[in-house]
């Protein structure tokens, strides 16, 4: 079965300090992964994606993401980290399983502290 | 949220009825998704559309319904039988239904008393 996994639900970091959220997944072929930010009553807002190529994934707001196939692990990471940061953050994988499907993990919450 | 609308931001209903929440989109996208939301549960897909006229079942489509008359619109009623509506309730659209990222509305939030 393909799964997501954010082993973390709360993330705590200072400001300018670099930040790490975690994710790991579990799929029968090739995947395709994606992270979200959620700030609060709002709806889900694309970081950035690995699909294929280089496993230095570079996104929105500073953001990056290493692809690791090894350790089945796509983990979110900013050298620095801005309050404004803090919000809910998505790790999704899309796979083939008799058509695309897109599972989304349970999230981890970033709190940025100044 | 650009390109995806969703309303009302906040709606309220008494157990028993059903109620309609509206998701358009002006993305010029194929395919639109519906998902709920809990906490601590991530997002679960309620039904999603490949193309106008045709919808498919999600993981959690009991006591839910769609319809997908138009590209632009892909509303979603919320019927007496879905045991426990009370969620935030969010819509994609995507270019279609491969590799691409999803593009959400603001949300609705559904409090059923």
């Known amino acids: 079965a393909q799964s997501v996994a954010q082993p973390e639900d709360q993330v705590n970091v200072a400001e300018g300090n670099p930040l790490t959220v975690k994710c790991t997944y579990s799929?029968?072929?090739?995947?395709?992964l994606f992270w979200y930010v959620q700030y609060p009553n709002r709806g889900l807002q694309f970081l950035l994606k690995y699909i294929t190529g280089d496993n230095l994934v570079k996104g929105s707001y500073g953001f990056e993401a290493e692809f690791n196939k090894s350790q089945t692990s796509f983990h979110l990471k900013k050298p620095s980290a801005l309050v404004s940061d803090s919000a809910l953050y998505f790790c999704?994988?899309?796979?083939?399983?008799?058509?695309?499907?897109?599972?989304f993990g349970a999230g981890t919450r970033l709190f940025v502290k100044a | 949220d650009g390109g995806i609308t969703q309303s009302p931001k906040y709606l309220f209903r008494k157990e028993g009825q059903n109620v309609t929440l509206s998701c358009e989109q002006n993305l010029n996208h194929d395919a639109m998704y519906w998902y709920r939301q809990d906490p601590g549960q991530g997002l679960r897909l309620i039904y999603y559309?490949?193309?106008?006229?045709?919808?498919q079942k999600g993981d959690i489509a009991e006591g839910y319904s769609v319809s997908r008359e138009k590209k632009e619109s892909f509303p979603l009623t919320v019927t007496s039988a879905q045991k426990n509506p009370t969620a935030f309730y969010l819509c994609?659209?995507?270019?279609?239904?491969?590799?691409?990222?999803?593009?959400f509305g603001p949300g609705t939030r559904l409090t059923v008393t």
């Open positions: 999704a994988v899309r796979a083939w399983a008799g058509g695309f499907k897109t599972i």
């Open positions: 994609a659209s995507s270019p279609d239904t491969g590799v691409y990222e999803q593009y």
């Open positions: 799929v029968s072929g090739n995947p395709y």
């Open positions: 559309s490949q193309i106008v006229n045709d919808f």
